[in-house]
């Protein structure tokens, strides 16, 4: 059996060796199938808790079927998943988030709806993958102690409710962020001075933003955090084979 395209079941293990699982500090396959414990398949166990999720489950909340197999639904209401340690003493000063998300247009809500996020308690550093309304956008926050400011995309992003969007944010160490819908590398990001660096309590969370919540409403496949940048080569693969690192 190859992974590849296909979602490995409960209990699989990671190849160390495979050169898609260097600096792998975070994935979230969402392949529990149901329950409110979704575990981390890397070494770390940053495991996460669904929490509000609807038990059984409905068409807007709750375990359902996804592209690669079951999936979580978020109702943009109060669905969330947020993990049971920090993260962000693995991330430092480089990192790549990448999700796969299927948006639902209903309910969303302009003032931005977070998809996937890494923030520390109080805010003062995070990178967040955002859907803002009708705007369209994919949102990179980098706010610092005493400075509100944000790396946006600044172009729109089109898409249609039930399409199955691939997004990658990349942090090289200079600090210059990339993203990538689908594999391909999209305009650069606006530039503002200083570059995310994650203070140690740094949390995982999936569905809301730590600040205003900002509550999302769709799909997630899965997620993962690596502690380095993907190169546009290992980006592409993540894309056509996003569980090759996995053992047969």
């Not at 068409?59 to 340690?85: Q, V």
Request: proline share 5%.
């Amino acid at each position: 059996m190859i992974w590849g395209q296909i979602k490995p079941p409960l209990g699989t293990k990671i190849n160390e060796t495979h050169p898609m699982s260097r600096n792998l500090v975070g994935c979230w396959l969402l392949n529990e199938q149901c329950g409110d414990i979704i575990n981390d398949s890397s070494h770390n166990k940053i495991n996460g808790k669904y929490v509000n999720a609807d038990h059984p489950a409905t068409i807007t909340s709750g375990w359902n079927t996804g592209k690669y197999g079951r999936c979580l639904t978020f109702d943009g209401s109060n669905d969330k998943i947020t993990s049971n340690k920090p993260m962000g003493y693995l991330l430092k000063n480089q990192f790549t988030l990448h999700i796969s998300w299927v948006p639902n247009f209903n309910n969303l809500s302009n003032t931005g709806s977070a998809i996937f996020e890494i923030s520390n308690s109080d805010c003062s550093q995070r990178v967040s993958i955002r859907w803002a309304g009708t705007l369209y956008k994919m949102y990179y926050d980098n706010v610092t102690p005493g400075q509100a400011s944000s790396k946006f995309h600044p172009n729109t992003i089109t898409f249609s409710a039930g399409d199955v969007l691939m997004i990658d944010i990349v942090q090289d160490y200079p600090g210059n962020p990339r993203l990538y819908i689908n594999g391909i590398k999209q305009i650069p990001f606006s530039v503002l001075t200083g570059k995310t660096n994650f203070t140690v309590d740094a949390f995982m969370s999936l569905g809301y933003c730590a600040i205003n919540n900002y509550y999302q409403n769709g799909k997630v496949n899965y997620a993962m955090v690596y502690s380095r940048a993907l190169t546009d080569i290992e980006i592409i693969q993540l894309y056509r084979e996003p569980f090759c690192m996995f053992n047969q």
